[in-house]
């Protein structure tokens, strides 16, 4: 296992008991907020690109990963927040 990843799993699973079910509705928010923590604390920078390089997903390249960031960050449901 991975820094990134044991870094992602301890923090979802304290996100899990943190933050109720009403307020982020679907679980794969939790999950990209706990990659986004993940990235901005072992590459400490904002840049998506930089938190895209230790995220493990599905994605194939890292444009697509900055992309799932990008759209995260823009949902509706994160203003309400």
């Known amino acids: ?13 304290a996100l899990h008991h943190l933050i109720p079910r009403t307020v982020y509705q679907d679980s794969r ?6 990659w986004a923590i ?5 590459m400490r920078t904002v ?3 930089a938190w895209a390089e230790v995220t493990q997903s599905r994605a194939q390249t890292v444009a ?17 927040c």
Request: charged share 15%.
């Open 38 to 42: 993940t990235g901005l604390c072992l």
């Open 1 to 13: 296992m991975t820094e990134s990843h044991q870094v992602h799993q301890e923090l979802l699973g």
């Open 29 to 34: 928010r939790l999950d990209t907020l706990a």
């Open 64 to 80: 697509s990963r900055i992309q799932r960031f990008s759209g995260w960050l823009h949902h509706p449901a994160m203003r309400a």
């Open 47 to 49: 840049h998506l690109s």
